[in-house]
C-alpha cells in the first residue's frame, strides 16, 4: 500500500468519522438530559380521575395502581399488557391487594405487548367506558415516552402522570450504575425512536 493511496484513504474516512463522533456525541448529551429529566416524584398525587391505568412490565406499578384504587383516586383500574391466562384473583394475590372487593372494579387487558400497544389497548377501553381522564401509573423512568404515546392515542384525555421508582433503578447516580446506565441508554433510545416515527408521520409533540 503506497503513501499516497493511504492519505486519500484516510480523508475518504475523515468525514464519516467525524459524523459518528457528531452522532454519538449528540446522542450522549441527549442521555445526560434524559437521565436528568427522569420523574423523582409524583407532581398531583391527591387528584381524582375517572381511571386508574397500570402498565404491566415492572416492579410496584400492579400495587401501587391497586392502592390508589383502594384509596379512592378512581372508580375503576385497567391494568393493561396483562398475560394471558392470568386472572383478577391471581393479580389480587400477587400484590396482595389491600381489599378483596376491588375485585369488580378491576380490568385487564391482553392485547399490549408494547408501549404503543399499551396506548392503543388504554384508548379503546376510555373510549368503549365514555370516560375522560385517567391516571397513568408506570416506571419513572418509562413516563416520558408512554406520555408520548398516550397523549396522540387520547388527545382528549386528561392524563395524571404517576410515576413508581423501583429500588433497584439507582437513579442518582446512575451513572455510576451499569445496570442502571443501561436501562436509561435503552429507554432513551427508545424514546428517540418514538419521536422520529411520529416525526415521519407528520404529527406534532404533546
Known amino acids: 500500500m503506497n503513501a499516497g493511496w493511504s492519505h486519500r484513504l484516510a480523508r475518504r474516512l475523515l468525514a464519516p468519522g467525524l459524523a459518528l463522533i457528531a452522532v454519538a456525541a449528540v446522542w450522549l448529551v441527549g442521555l445526560v438530559w434524559f ?3 427522569v420523574p423523582v416524584r409524583v407532581d398531583d398525587p391527591e387528584s381524582h380521575t375517572d381511571a386508574i391505568v397500570v402498565l404491566t412490565g415492572g416492579s410496584e406499578r400492579t400495587a401501587t395502581g391497586m392502592a390508589l384504587l383502594a384509596a379512592g383516586k378512581a ?8 398475560h394471558k391466562g392470568v386472572d383478577v384473583a391471581e393479580i389480587l394475590r400477587l400484590n396482595r391487594a389491600p381489599n378483596p372487593a376491588l375485585a369488580p372494579s378491576i380490568v385487564l387487558g391482553y392485547a399490549a405487548d408494547d408501549t404503543v400497544g399499551n396506548a392503543a389497548e388504554t384508548a379503546a377501553w376510555i373510549a368503549g367506558q365514555h370516560l375522560d381522564s385517567l391516571r397513568l401509573v408506570t416506571a419513572a423512568y418509562h413516563m416520558r415516552r408512554s406520555l408520548w404515546e ?11 402522570p404517576h410515576p413508581v421508582f423501583p429500588d433497584a433503578v439507582k437513579y442518582r447516580v446512575w451513572w455510576r450504575k451499569p445496570g442502571t446506565a443501561a436501562l436509561l441508554a435503552t429507554e432513551y433510545s427508545k424514546y428517540l425512536a418514538v419521536i422520529i416515527r411520529h416525526q415521519l408521520f407528520l404529527t406534532t409533540p404533546p
Not at 75 to 82: E, T
Not at 150 to 160: N, S
Request: a positive charge; zero cysteines; aromatic letters at 10%.
Open 75 to 82: 372508580d375503576r383500574l385497567f391494568i393493561s399488557g396483562v
Open 150 to 160: 398516550f397523549r396522540r392515542a387520547m388527545p382528549g384525555v386528561r392524563i395524571i
Open 35 to 37: 437521565a436528568a429529566s
